[in-house]
Nanobody
Framework: QVHLVESGGGSVQAGGSLRLSCAAP????????MGWFRQAPGKKRERVAT???????SYIDSVKGRFTISKDGAKSTLYLQMNSLKPEDTAVYYC????????????????WGQGTQVTVSS
């Protein structure tokens, strides 16, 4: 049963921007840690960014300064603003939620979305 629904993926040229959204009713403002992950073809899924219930954020080094994770509790939505996109950002992007930050951090979150494809061409 899918509880999170991502949208906003697509194809863009290098240097462009996209904003991903994740509809997360009941998760974005109820004590859950939330995050964005991605999986490129032939590679393991990796954590991209996380946000705590209080709004604290973290990013992997390769996206720092380019990506911004945020959430809107009133709209029950998680966002990932992606700027200055690079071909190596091409992947399926997933949002996830868990009450345990450690479990989320290692990719073992309790709740996942179905993913949205992001393709960046050079």
């Amino acid at each position: 049963q899918v509880h999170l629904v991502e949208s906003g993926g697509g194809s863009v040229q290098a240097g462009g921007s996209l904003r991903l959204s994740c509809a997360a009713p009941g998760y974005s403002d109820s004590g859950y840690y939330m995050g964005w992950f991605r999986q490129a073809p032939g590679k393991k899924r990796e954590r991209v960014a996380t946000i705590s219930s209080a709004g604290g954020t973290s990013y992997i080094d390769s996206v720092k300064g380019r990506f911004t994770i945020s959430k809107d509790g009133a709209k029950s939505t998680l966002y990932l603003q992606m700027n200055s996109l690079k071909p190596e950002d091409t992947a399926v992007y997933y949002c996830a939620a868990d009450l345990d930050l450690g479990r989320l951090w290692i990719g073992g979150a309790a709740v996942w979305g179905q993913g949205t494809q992001v393709t960046v061409s050079s």
